[in-house]
T-cell receptor
Framework: DGGITQSPKYLFRKEGQNVTLSCEQN?????MYWYRQDPGQGLRLIYY???????QKGDIAEGYSVSREKKESFPLTVTSAQKNPTAFYLC??????????????????FGQGTRLTVV | AQSVTQPDIHITVSEGASLELRCNYS??????LFWYVQSPGQGLQLLLK??????LVQGIKGFEAEFKRSQSSFNLRKPSVHWSDAAEYFC????????????FGTGTRLQVTL
């Protein structure tokens, strides 16, 4: 079945450690996104990528890093520089919005999320 | 910059009552608008979307939304709410061009009383 897979579902990190969240999609989507969700703040965009080997900072990129070496994969690293990393992280993918206007299929598909807790 | 405002943080309705969730957006061109629903601890599921054409769009689970350009709004409605509709609802706007991305509102939590 096509979809987006995030792993792990739960992740615990000690202060000062880097940790990497996995996101894989087999939908053949060009665009991928990482969002952070905190209670009462909705989804805030961390990074997004429209094509392999290219990505842009979102609204809250500080303390995070990403890579896009393959179309299917968009891992997110939460570095020790992120002062408040405890949150629910969601990965999403879509057809590139500018191309998707031709087909009207620009909606984003989401993974089930990773809950990161700093201990 | 694009933005989305969902003015209602929490709404409570009785089962069988009608529902309207508000969404206002800010975007310089014709927007691409979405409503998503999220159950606790889960990802987001698309309810409906608007790109062009008919301003009243139908979605899954009996939901509909109306795009009103003059009011910059895209409110979500359902004629009769079921207890299983209790969840958090997010409105989002998508941009196009070289920096296309999705921007979400802060969400509205819906509680349904029996």
């Amino acid at each position: 079945d096509g979809g987006i897979t995030q792993s792990p579902k739960y992740l615990f990190r000690k202060e000062g450690q880097n940790v990497t969240l996995s996101c894989e999609q087999n939908l053949n989507h060009d665009a991928m996104y990482w969002y952070r969700q905190d209670p009462g703040q909705g989804l805030r965009l961390i990074y997004y990528s429209q094509i392999v080997n290219d990505f842009q900072k979102g609204d809250i990129a500080e303390g995070y890093s990403v890579s896009r070496e393959k179309k299917e994969s968009f891992p997110l690293t939460v570095t020790s520089a992120q002062k408040n990393p405890t949150a629910f992280y969601l990965c999403a993918s879509s057809i590139d919005l500018s191309a998707g206007t031709l087909t009207g299929t620009t909606e984003a598909f989401f993974g089930q999320g990773t809950r990161l807790t700093v201990v | 910059a694009q933005s989305v405002t969902q003015p209602d943080i929490h709404i409570t309705v009785s089962e069988g009552a009608s529902l309207e969730l508000r969404c206002n957006y800010s975007y310089g061109a014709t927007p691409y608008l979405f409503w998503y629903v999220q159950s606790p601890g889960q990802g987001l599921q698309l309810l409906l979307k608007y790109f062009s054409g008919d301003t009243l769009v139908q979605g899954i689970k009996g939901f509909e939304a109306e795009f009103k350009r003059s009011q910059s709004s895209f409110n979500l409605r359902k004629p009769s709410v079921h207890w299983s509709d209790a969840a958090e609802y997010f409105c989002a706007v998508g941009s196009t061009g070289t920096a296309s991305k999705l921007t979400f509102g802060t969400g509205t939590r819906l509680q349904v009383t029996l």
